[in-house]
């Protein structure tokens, strides 16, 4: 099938595509509550319903110690490549509630500077409905127009936002379903919509969590304040003693296994556009911030880095209580690039904190879930079909560039199964994931649902 077709049926089909991914983003599918449980079990149902009629068999809500994971495949000819799916069904929660312009689980179609042809906005609409949507409907496209070049197997899961523990355990078990040749994921962005660009790595993950305690009870800040340690004065210390001058990170051994990129990498790693004042326009800072001697592309994408991603403990409420509290507590995540291991650097984290804690507090630190950095190679054959296709629907040659994000389940991927993974992303990262607003461009889901079909027949045409 030439493209034109691909295009004509999208085309045909745009407004039932909008409307099919419209009655997904309004199921509040958030895995880290669970007052939705019923509604993120109510999703996949409605993900299990949506391959079957795209024509999907085998179509099954695989049950976990979690959220289930839905399965679907279509196996035309067991000697012809098979492309493995993966996304997830699952959103983050959509807090803060009054920051929304509308609500998270109505979705709307509105234009905005960046998005002329229209986004949608709702929690999930990019990261990750959207996205593992388009395969779903590129999947619909191929069967039928009767050009599946390939086997196709679909894993779409529900606890990708909480850290995937579950999904290992399911992975193992399922080893033999999940034969595939390389595993296809749209989870991730791109630099813009005329600039298309394929990230080939993603950085890793160590999530902690610690509590300092001082004093028993609280107490009054004036009879005890001056002469008893108070955790939060204490804990912003330890937390600020953690980078230095430079912005370097000052646990003993951080980087010790940090892989360094030649200045050649370093060089072409750079050469994707970014323009600075957009940026800081676009956050409305005054400047930027970060590791002395790296760029803002390196900062996110080769850079480990160390942050506090909440900070709670006494008195928070209306009006002004004095009082010295007992505890204070910290979430605090690292990004972690090749080299690094999790496990890893969460023990070297923990040993630190204890360290550098005053004898006036008692610290305990926990480690939640973890993730193992990924690069992926840009000189195999599923790299370059993938390459090919962006530059086959978009016209030009799609950059190579390091996500700064995380998806866990790659790296087991890899360790498992054997196989790499295609991070095929197509919003943008000003498209407010995770934050108010969330939104994806109409642009972007269509392009996508052209752009996967040619990934298929590039991947299966074998050199
Ligand atoms: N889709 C994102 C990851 C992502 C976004 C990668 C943009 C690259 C660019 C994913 O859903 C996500 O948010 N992952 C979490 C990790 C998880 C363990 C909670 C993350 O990166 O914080
Ligand atoms: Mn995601
Ligand atoms: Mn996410």
Known sequence: MDHTQVKDYVQQN?????????????????????????????????VKEKLEAAGAEKVEVSQTKGYPVVYGEKMIDPKLPTVLVYG??????ADPL?????????????????????????????????????????????????????????MIEGEEEVGSANLAAWVKENKERLKADIILISDTSMIGNKTPSIDTGLR???YMEVEVTGPNRDLHSGVYGGAVANPINILCKMIASMHDKSN???????????LKLSAKERKELNKAPFKLANYKKDLEIGDIHGEKGFTTLERTGIRPTLDVNGIWGGYTGEG????????????????????????????????????????????????????????????????????KAMEQSYGKKPIPTRGGGSIPI?????????LDSILFGFGLDSDALH??????????????????????KNFANQK
């Open 14 to 46: 745009k407004q039932r595509f909008l409307d099919e991914l419209m009655e997904l983003l309004r199921i509040p599918s958030v895995s880290a509550d669970p007052k939705y449980k019923p509604d993120v079990l109510r999703m996949a149902e409605a």
């Open 248 to 258: 370097h990170i000052t646990i003993p051994g951080f980087y010790d296994k940090v």
């Open 320 to 387: 002004a209580k004095t009082v010295l509290p007992s505890k204070a507590y910290a979430k605090i995540s690292m990004r972690l690039v090749p080299g690094q291991n999790s496990t890893q650097i969460s023990n070297l984290f923990a040993k630190h904190f204890k360290k550098i804690a005053p004898k006036g507090v008692k610290v305990k630190v926990t480690a939640h879930h973890g993730g193992e950095p990924v690069v992926v190679s840009t000189s195999s054959h599923a790299y370059l079909s993938a390459a």
């Open 410 to 418: 790659v790296a087991l991927f890899k360790k498992e199964l054997g």
């Open 204 to 206: 890793g993950l160590a």
């Open 98 to 154: 009054e920051l929304w312009h509308s609500p998270p689980f109505e979705p709307v179609i509105k234009t905005t500077p960046i998005h002329p042809d229209g986004a949608i906005f709702a929690r999930g609409s990019c990261d990750d409905k959207g996205q593992a949507y388009m395969h779903v409907k590129a999947f619909e496209l191929m069967m039928r127009t009767n050009t599946l070049p390939c086997n196709v197997k679909f």
């Open 88 to 93: 997830h069904y699952d959103v983050q929660p």
């Open 435 to 456: 934050s108010p607003n969330e939104h994806y461009g109409v642009f972007n889901y269509l392009k996508g649902i052209e752009t996967i079909p040619l990934f298929y």
